[in-house]
């Protein structure tokens, strides 16, 4: 008696040892489907799985229940349904896997039922990363066209004053090379253009500004000839605002004050943000003025040049 006891004790110990590698291997093939696919918000289903033989009472098989292990990109769960078809209840039943008995967790947890749902959850990653790889393709030769297209216009439109055209053209050429020097060459663009403007205006003795001082008399300049209330000159205000951010950033990244210990160059994408932004504003900060002083000429017929002091 005592030695039957002893052999169950140690049977049903074994038994809770080798169901608890059951349940721990099927939540770690669930964590394996979760971090490579479920973050990509894909759902998969395995094979059919016969999980039980319904049986009469004498031992005839006179049915079945067959099931499906679905990933649903968060967990795993069992869907059943009874053969043939139980007319009160013909919906597939959902069951999580805690839910579950034994004898059906060790129906789910086989190889080839593991190997069935990785492999519809492959075929469906693949058939995505050939659609996106396509779209993502597209995208790429369109903004590349797009950038091309903005380095034309801005080339253009620069091609009247050498000075300007040539500073545009070393920060369009060290965007990839030298990011820090192509930010730094933005920075230079904007305050001669904003200097080039001032003596336009009629402003004298700005040689020496540094670009928040050009902002700070520009401002000031537009707001005496009345430009900040229309419509173009609280874009031209904007767009002169925006310059202090280009000057701050540039003081940050372009090392134009030395480098300090831990210093980072700055990204190509920022060199190329910065790029265009110079650039466009240089350009649209020339004609807001070359419209204002037009339209003083042809109402007053002399331009109103701003009192230099």
């Known amino acids: 008696m005592n030695k039957a006891l002893k052999d169950l004790a140690l049977a049903s110990e074994q038994l809770r040892i080798e169901r608890a590698r059951v349940w721990d291997g099927l939540k770690a093939f669930e964590k394996i489907l979760i971090e490579q696919a479920g973050e990509l918000g894909f759902a998969a289903q395995s094979d059919m799985i016969i999980l039980e033989e319904l049986l009469d009472q004498e031992d005839e098989q006179v049915g079945h229940i067959e099931g499906t292990l679905f990933f649903n990109g968060k967990r795993l769960v069992l869907y059943s349904q009874t053969f043939p078809e139980d007319y009160n209840n013909p919906e597939p039943v959902k069951h999580f896997l805690k839910d579950i008995s034994t004898r059906w967790l060790k129906r789910i947890s086989t190889p080839e039922t593991l190997h069935s749902i990785a492999a519809n959850l492959a075929s469906s990653v693949l058939n995505d990363l050939e659609d996106t790889k396509r779209v993502a393709e597209g995208l790429s030769r369109y903004l590349s066209e797009q950038k091309a297209r903005t380095d034309e216009d801005i080339q253009s439109e620069l091609t009247d004053d050498l000075v300007l055209l040539d500073l545009w053209t070393q920060c369009h050429n060290t965007v990839k090379t030298k990011p820090e020097n192509s930010i730094g060459h933005g920075a230079v663009l904007l305050e001669s253009t904003f200097k080039r403007c001032l003596t336009k205006l009629g402003h004298t003795g700005h040689e020496d500004f540094s670009m928040a ?17 229309s419509y173009s000159g609280q874009l031209l205000a904007g767009a002169v605002k925006m ?37 466009a504003v240089s350009v649209f900060v020339r004609k807001q003025v070359e419209l204002a002083l037009e339209a003083e000429e042809s109402t007053t017929g002399v331009p109103d040049l701003a009192d230099p002091d």
Do not use: W
């Open 213 to 229: 001082d050009s902002i700070g008399v520009l401002n000031k300049i537009f707001y005496e000839k009345d430009l900040i209330k």
């Open 243 to 279: 310059c202090s951010s280009i000057g701050t950033t540039r003081n940050k990244v372009a090392s134009v004050h030395g480098k300090v210990e831990g210093y980072v160059a700055p990204s190509e994408d920022l060199a190329q943000l910065m790029s265009h932004l110079s650039g």
